[in-house]
């Protein structure tokens, strides 16, 4: 069935350091796609999406790309913060109103 | 708007008790989702609601878990009666449904501690 993978971790990096985390789709078709980020004690937020192949999503200095032809939606900063500290969802469109999120990926700013 | 709200924040009972989480969306969204997150099965989704009416229920674990949207602006999900394995952190998220336009924004959470 439908159903993403995403890089697991946590992932430690340095103020500036290059991001990337890994987002694999599985699909019949070509399903919208999308990153959420948790920040500690809060519920999920949107970060950015994409509905269709070769389209960029980009917000705060992230972006994703949606690949078909290695199905992937990854992440990536060029330069992080330690405000960046948070868990990160990969998500996909499924059926016709509902997402399914990745097992997330713990991000850690250090200064 | 105050966005999703959610009751209460935390919860702490006894394996047996009833438990009862509530949730108000925000006003004028039709679609309402409940979600539970482990640190050992992530994000799961339990259930969720279109027009109020509930859509897909697949991922309710058992019969002692149920889910209610009476209205558009409240729904509750009841635990009855409750296990050590529920503790978990319980999420309500709503969104305008509609092609196009998959945008969830969830509330702050539930955090459920069963003894």
């Known amino acids: 069935g439908d159903s993403v993978t995403q890089m697991e971790g946590p992932v430690t990096l340095s103020e500036e350091a290059f991001l990337t985390i890994n987002c694999t789709y599985t699909?019949?078709?070509?399903?919208?796609l999308f990153w959420y980020v948790q920040y500690p004690g809060e519920g999920l937020q949107l970060l950015l999406k994409a509905t269709k192949a070769d389209d960029k999503g980009s917000n705060k200095g992230f972006e994703a790309t949606y690949r078909k032809e290695t199905t992937s939606f990854h992440l990536e900063k060029g330069s992080v913060q330690v405000s960046d500290s948070a868990v990160y969802f990969c998500a996909q469109k499924t059926g016709a109103n509902n997402l399914f999120f990745g097992t997330g990926t713990r991000l850690t700013v250090i200064p | 708007d105050a966005g999703v709200i959610q009751s209460p924040r935390h919860e702490v009972t006894e394996m047996g008790q009833e438990v009862t989480l509530r949730c108000k969306p925000i006003?004028?969204?039709?679609?309402l989702f409940w979600y539970r997150q482990t640190m050992m099965r992530g994000l799961e989704l339990l259930i969720y609601f279109n027009n109020n009416v509930p859509i897909d229920d697949s991922g309710m674990p058992e019969d002692r878990f149920s889910a209610k949207m009476p209205n558009a602006s409240f729904s509750t999900l009841k635990i009855q009666p409750s296990e050590p394995r529920d503790s978990a952190v319980y999420f309500c998220?709503?969104?305008?449904?509609?092609?196009?336009?998959?945008?969830?924004?969830f509330g702050s959470g539930t955090q459920l501690s069963v003894l």
């Open positions: 006003s004028g969204h039709n679609s």
């Open positions: 998220a709503s969104s305008l449904g509609g092609a196009g336009n998959e945008k969830l924004f």
């Open positions: 699909a019949t078709g070509y399903p919208s």
